[in-house]
C-alpha cells in the first residue's frame, strides 16, 4: 500500500490528523521480506538455568523439549501459581520488582542462544470458562495448547525475522497461531475477547484516540485473518506457511 492508501484506510477507521503520523509508524509492516534465520543451538548455559529452575520451585516443574514450527524451545510448565510467579522474578526479571505479575500467564525469555518459555496453566488473557463455552478442566487445557504454540509463535518471528513486540501485528499472528492449535479453527470473536483484555499494553505510547483506531483495525484485521482461514489457499499451507502470509501482510490491508 502506498502512503496515500494507508493514510486513506486510517481515516476510513476514524483517525484524526493529530493522529496521522503515530499511526501511520504503527502500523507500517516491520517483518522483512527476506527472513535472516538465527540459530537454533541451544545455550551452554540452558542446563544451569534448568538447575536453578528446579531449585527455585518448591514442587518439580515439568520440562518439555518442544519441537515448534521455529525449532526445538525448552517449555518449562511449574506445578503451582507460586512456582511460577517464583521463576519468573528470579530467572526472567533478576529479583526486580514486577508490576502486575499476577496477570502474566507467560514469559517468552530469548537472547542469542538462549531461549526457553514458561508456561501457567491459568485461564488464558484472564478469560472465563464460560465466556468461551467450555468447561473449567477443558479451558485450562487450551489455554495451555494456546500459550505454548503463542510462545512459539513469538520465538519464530524472532529467529526468522529478528524481532517480537507487544504490537497488535505480532499479537495477531501469535493468538491465530495458538487458536488454531488448540481448536482446529480460528474465530475472531475469541480473539477480540483476549485482545479487550490486553489492548492497553499492544497500544502503550498512543494517544487515546489513536488508541480507539487501532483497536477498531483489530477487529477488522481478526475477521479478515477467519475470512482466510476459510479459503483453499490457506488449507495448502503448513504453520510456517501461515506465519509467513500473516507477517508478509500488514495491518491495513486487512481494510481493503
Known amino acids: 500500500m502506498t502512503d496515500e492508501q494507508r493514510k486513506k484506510a486510517l481515516y476510513r477507521l476514524g483517525a484524526v490528523d493529530v493522529d496521522m503520523d503515530a499511526l501511520l509508524e504503527y502500523t507500517k509492516n516491520v517483518f522483512p521480506c527476506i527472513p535472516d534465520v538465527q540459530s537454533d543451538e541451544l545455550s551452554p548455559s540452558w542446563p544451569a538455568l534448568w538447575k536453578r529452575a528446579l531449585e527455585i520451585c518448591n514442587n518439580p516443574p515439568h520440562l518439555e523439549m518442544f519441537e515448534s514450527v521455529a525449532g526445538t524451545v525448552p517449555i518449562i510448565y511449574p506445578a503451582s501459581v507460586a512456582d511460577y510467579k517464583n521463576l519468573l522474578r528470579e530467572i526472567v526479571y533478576k529479583c526486580k520488582d514486577v508490576p502486575h505479575i499476577e496477570k502474566m500467564g507467560a514469559s517468552f525469555v530469548h537472547g542469542k542462544t538462549l531461549r526457553f518459555i514458561i508456561l501457567s496453566n491459568k485461564p488464558y488473557s484472564g478469560v472465563a470458562a464460560e465466556d468461551m463455552g467450555l468447561g ?105 506457511g501461515r506465519i509467513g502470509f500473516l507477517t508478509a501482510k500488514e495491518l491495513l490491508e486487512y481494510t481493503q
Do not use: M, P, Q
Not at 209 to 236: C, P
Open 136 to 240: 473449567e478442566k477443558e479451558w485450562l487445557e487450551k489455554s495451555v495448547t494456546i500459550r505454548k504454540y503463542h510462545e512459539c509463535a513469538h520465538y519464530y518471528t524472532k529467529r526468522f525475522f529478528g524481532l517480537t513486540r507487544n504490537h497488535l501485528h505480532d499479537e495477531l499472528i501469535a493468538d491465530f497461531c495458538g487458536l488454531y492449535a488448540a481448536f482446529g479453527e480460528y474465530r475472531a470473536e475469541w480473539f477480540l475477547k483476549f485482545y479487550a483484555l490486553r489492548s492497553g499494553i499492544y497500544t502503550k505510547g498512543l494517544s487515546l484516540t489513536a488508541a480507539a483506531v487501532v483497536d477498531r483495525l483489530a477487529g477488522v484485521a481478526a475477521n479478515g485473518v477467519e475470512a482466510w482461514t476459510k479459503t483453499a489457499s490457506f488449507t495448502r499451507l503448513d504453520e510456517a
